[in-house]
């Protein structure tokens, strides 16, 4: 049963356009949100973060917004750079009792030059 | 600075074979998180202990898998009798405290074949 749903495998973007990865979730006791990226032969590396308080939470070129009702969280990277390029994952986890975090399956992001 | 740590980066196992992974933590972290990825998959929860104990252990393997934290020195997850089912690459992560929305912060992982 996967939690925390990151429906499309890959992305392309032009650089210096928007790129938006998705991600969907199962479980309304998740109540904080973490994006990482991940270039390969790499360990994941931790992006932004929201709290299930907040619908948006920004830090430079990142922006996550978290859709509570819709169970759906984004993050929008602009403008994108081919250094952008890698693998972004989500995850949750519900902020009270436990520490581990579900993953997505993450999204390949790949900016065009 | 250094972040976290793992080696060996790279495990060559026959079946029936033992592996050894380390996971040293950033400085001053004394929580770690053990995570598994199977190909084409997300990361998936093991293991979490702070030192000389586990505190979760709800995602690792009830047969051949075992984790601990010693006081002194790393984290080790050690895997008995391996199958080439347990091929997948496993990332260790640290957090300073363990408090609820703390960030964990992952090694570069090791990457497990079984032949």
């Known amino acids: 049963d996967q939690q925390v749903k990151q429906n499309s495998p890959s992305l392309s973007v032009q650089e210096g356009r928007i790129s938006i990865l998705n991600c969907d979730y199962t479980?309304?006791?998740?109540?904080?949100f973490l994006w990482y990226k991940k270039y390969p032969a790499e360990g994941p590396t931790f992006l932004i973060s929201?709290?299930?308080?907040?619908d948006k939470n920004e830090d430079g070129r990142f922006t996550v917004f978290l859709n509570k009702s819709a169970k759906h969280l984004s993050l929008h990277i602009v403008p994108s750079q081919p250094g952008d390029s890698a693998v972004y994952f989500c995850a949750a986890k519900v902020a009270s009792g436990t520490y581990k975090y579900i993953f997505g399956t993450g999204t390949r992001l790949k900016v065009l030059a | 600075n250094a972040g976290v740590m793992q080696n060996p980066r790279h495990l060559v196992r026959r079946r029936g074979q033992e592996a050894r992974l380390r996971c040293s933590p950033m400085k001053g972290h004394s929580h770690v998180y053990w995570y598994r990825q199977l190909p084409e998959e997300g990361l998936k929860f093991m293991v979490y202990l702070q030192k000389e104990n586990i505190i979760d252990e709800s995602g690792m393997p009830k047969e051949r898998f075992s984790a601990e934290f010693p006081k002194e020195g790393p984290s080790i997850l050690r895997i008995q009798q391996v199958v080439r089912g347990d091929s997948a690459a496993y990332f260790c992560?640290?957090?300073?405290?363990?408090?609820?929305?703390?960030?964990?912060?992952f090694g570069p992982g090791t990457r497990l074949l079984v032949l």
């Open positions: 929201i709290s299930s308080i907040k």
């Open positions: 992560a640290s957090s300073p405290t363990g408090t609820e929305q703390e960030t964990q912060y």
């Open positions: 479980n309304s006791m998740f109540d904080y």
